[in-house]
């Protein structure tokens, strides 16, 4: 609009204006003196309308040299004389009417045109406005579809949250270091600790209630060393709800430090694990189960060689008897003979006592105890039950142990039968075998503090591309043979914090080596 009306164009530089108002008088004048358009007696019309476009186009000042201009030529070529610029008496109130009359219509045609310029630049602030205000409601249309969008997807997170914390039996929960009190808790925690959200957060003491009595010192110092430390915290626990039901809990907590480094709050989770432990405890179960039917399985296998060991002491307790009943039936008793064969009958009584005490402990089907064993004293009594079996094979048993071993913490018969294990599969793997046959046994000192036993044999040796397996469970090369032997033993070492290995030995044969950690703490 403002462009196809040329009243409507921008106002031109300030010289323009000053020449559109020499040249719009210039004009009047000429149209006006032309004998063809009949207005030499009428010029007013023409020289005020160049007064209006010089203020229109110019402003205020362009406008005044209009008026001066007009009334000039006014009074040069109309007002008589005409063609003189001096004095005309009779005639000045018509040069005054005329130059106040300019000077009026040019006022006006500047304040309207002031007054236009203003309204085209409200408009042009109000379009630009409007732009603004448009796009300002785009962008706040925009971020609301965003946050609508964000809000909804919080919601969504929120409900796999919940129902991954469901699934997982895992609550979370935010409390505070200084009143020890509890900013957040999911609903998780409170199905787990049988709080009703409802109620509102518990306290403190109503958290710690809930522990179970022979855990929340346990519970407490964690949370104290946390506390002084502010580091992280995890600690395994009970808590014994209002019904009587125990759950056993996995708890983690990281500390918050506010912009001024002071501990400030704990945000963590806690893990309902006790589905976890009773398979833990139905594995220990049943993996003592499996331990002592592998006892069980190899002790009737060896029950004709321990008869063997236990016949001889018995049957050198009857010869002693006989011969001290011989001593004391002479005409004349010799105490000193018949005193020394009643000694040897208590030795090989005790001897024979001693043999059955251990098949008895293979046998005895009892829950791991923990104590201080002497693995040299455990690979003796092996030797004492297993020499039979190694005498029918005519193998060779040879022990090496170290004195001043020093002792371990752990179960003897489970010990017991990691040897046995060991000591029955060099002894199989040597039955077939041309040649010397040889089972050594050997104890040492190791590094990091470790009780290191080696069994050692010139068997048939380690079955090739195979060695990885031997320890897998069910895997093996014996033809009777259960494959859960040497899986067994892993598991025991590895329960006492060792490990077992095995090599192949040169030009024959196979070792196998576990360590044990001296003195260690018993497991729960």
């Known amino acids: 609009m403002f462009r196809s009306n040329p009243l409507l164009w921008s106002k031109p530089p300030a010289i323009w204006g000053y020449g559109i108002s020499v040249v719009s008088v210039a004009a009047a004048l000429i149209v006006s003196r032309l004998p063809a358009v009949h207005l030499q007696d009428a010029p007013v019309s023409l020289l005020l309308c160049a007064v209006i476009l010089s203020a229109w186009f110019g402003g205020i000042g362009p406008g005044l040299l209009a008026t001066a201009l007009s009334a000039l030529a006014f009074n040069y070529y109309f007002l008589p004389p005409i063609h003189s610029l001096g004095a005309k008496t009779e005639e000045i109130p018509r040069l005054v009417i005329f130059t106040l009359s300019a000077l009026f219509v040019g006022s006006l045609s500047a304040a309207e045109r002031s007054a236009t310029e203003s309204l085209r630049r409200a408009r042009d602030d109000l379009k630009v406005t409007v732009e603004e205000l448009r796009h300002t409601n785009e962008a706040l249309q925009a971020e609301s579809r965003e946050r609508r969008s964000a809000e909804e997807s919080l919601r969504r997170s929120e409900g796999h949250l919940a129902e991954a914390q469901r699934l ?28 009703d959200p409802k109620e509102g957060l518990p306290s403190w003491e109503q958290r710690l209630q809930r522990t179970h009595p022979e855990d929340r010192a346990k519970w407490q110092d964690a949370i104290d060393r946390a506390l002084s430390e502010g580091s992280d915290y995890d600690v395994e626990f009970r808590i014994l709800l209002p019904g009587g039901a125990v759950k056993y809990l996995h708890t983690v907590g990281h ?78 008793p010799n105490v000193e003979e018949s005193r020394a064969a009643a000694l040897r009958i208590v030795k090989d009584g005790t001897r024979a006592a001693e043999i059955i005490k251990r098949i008895r402990l293979l046998f005895k089907k009892s829950p791991p105890q923990q104590e201080l064993v002497d693995v040299n004293e455990v690979i003796r009594e092996m030797i004492v039950l297993l020499r039979g079996e190694a005498t029918r094979y005519k193998i060779l048993l040879r022990t090496e142990l170290a004195p001043d071993l020093p002792s371990i913490l752990g179960d003897r018969v489970q010990l017991q039968q990691v ?60 033809s009777q043979g259960t494959g859960m032997g040497l899986r067994i033993s892993r ?23 576990f360590a044990l950690p001296a003195k260690i703490e018993a497991k729960e």
């Open 419 to 478: 040897l046995m294990n060991l000591m029955m599969n060099s002894i199989d793997a040597m039955k077939e075998v041309d040649g010397a046959r040889e089972l050594a046994v050997k104890s040492q000192t190791a590094e990091s503090e470790q009780v290191l036993v080696s069994v050692s044999d010139s068997g048939v040796g380690l079955p090739a591309q195979q060695v990885d397996q031997i320890f897998n469970a069910f895997f093996t090369t014996k």
């Open 168 to 195: 997982t039996h895992t609550g979370s929960w935010v409390w505070d270091v200084a009143g020890r009190g509890a900013l957040y808790l999911s609903d998780e925690w409170y199905r787990i600790y049988g709080f």
């Open 491 to 513: 598991s025991i070492v590895e329960s006492h914090g060792g490990r077992l290995w095995a090599t192949d030995n040169f030009p024959r044969g196979a070792s196998f080596h």
């Open 255 to 332: 500390p918050v430090f506010n912009a001024s480094g002071d501990l400030v709050q704990f945000v963590g989770s806690s893990t309902d694990i006790t589905e976890r432990k009773r398979a833990e405890e139905a594995l220990r179960q049943a993996h003592a189960d499996l331990a002592h039917v592998s006892r069980v399985t190899t002790m009737g296998e060896l029950m004709a060689s321990l008869a063997h060991e236990v016949n001889q002491p018995i049957a050198a307790a009857v010869t002693n008897a006989n011969t001290c009943v011989r001593w004391l039936a002479a005409g004349t």
